[in-house]
């Protein structure tokens, strides 16, 4: 069974850019949860999507958004891009009903430098 | 809310030595609790969880019981190898709640030859 798939893996872009990024599921998997992690404030929680709903939202400005798509695949987009958006954003898909079962399955990331 | 607490790192140790990583939580509901690593250069993985008071999560040489009076997760590992280098990541979540993880910081352990 193919594992989470992230893209792209790596990618440089400049203050005021957006960013799109991709993550396939696990396939079955209806849920995909979505993480910035930063050296300095470790994993945080973006926002999940269910079936094509989005669930749950973290703290982050209205600059990140995503969505989901029929076949469960999910986007993440960063517009007007800072300094501070550098990170590695992880992707997760869940089983059964979703990220609240705390079973997540990690893609390997999206590594973003902003500079 | 929902938090994580666990020990700063990072760790040190000779291979073979035992392993103690301290996590301790505060949760809204009723929580199951995560221990998941992050090999150099990948995304993570659950390593073991447990689900209710009083439970003994395991894999691959790793333990941690689920503590409910002390509100704490630790987890721990008899004699480390090189291979178990990694970042250590203590979680919580609550089913059916917030439908999402709450992650710790992380901690680092490095195991020396």
């Known amino acids: 069974k193919a594992g989470v798939t992230q893209t792209p893996r790596y990618l440089i872009k400049t203050r005021g850019q957006q960013v799109t990024l991709s993550c396939s599921p696990i396939?079955?998997?209806?849920?995909v949860s979505w993480y910035q992690q930063t050296p300095g404030q470790g994993l945080q929680f973006l926002f999940e999507?269910?079936?094509?709903?989005?669930?749950n939202k973290g703290n982050f400005p209205g600059r990140f958004s995503g969505r989901q798509f029929s076949n469960s695949r999910s986007e993440m987009n960063v517009s007007t891009l800072e300094l501070g958006d550098s990170a590695l954003y992880l992707c997760?898909?869940?089983?059964?009903?979703?990220?609240?079962?705390?079973?997540?399955?990690f893609g390997e990331g999206s590594r973003l430098t902003v500079l | 809310g929902d938090s994580v607490t666990q020990m700063e790192g990072p760790v040190t140790l000779s291979e073979e030595a035992f392993l103690t990583i301290n996590c301790t939580y505060t949760?809204?509901?009723?929580?199951?609790l995560f221990w998941y690593v992050q090999y150099p250069g990948e995304g993570l993985q659950l390593l073991l969880k447990?689900?209710?008071?009083?439970d003994k999560g395991s894999n691959k040489g790793f333990e941690a019981t689920y503590r409910k009076e002390t509100t704490s997760f630790h987890l721990e590992k008899g004699s480390v190898q090189v291979s178990d280098s990694a970042v250590y990541f203590c979680?919580?979540?609550?089913?059916?709640?917030?439908?999402?993880?709450?992650f710790g910081t992380g901690t680092k352990l490095q195991v020396i030859p």
């Open positions: 997760a898909s869940s089983p059964g009903q979703g990220a609240g079962t705390g079973e997540l399955f």
């Open positions: 396939s079955g998997h209806r849920s």
């Open positions: 999507y269910f079936s094509e709903t989005q669930r």
């Open positions: 949760a809204t509901g009723y929580p199951s």
């Open positions: 447990a689900t209710k008071a009083d």
């Open positions: 979680a919580l979540s609550v089913t059916g709640g917030y439908q999402k993880v709450t």
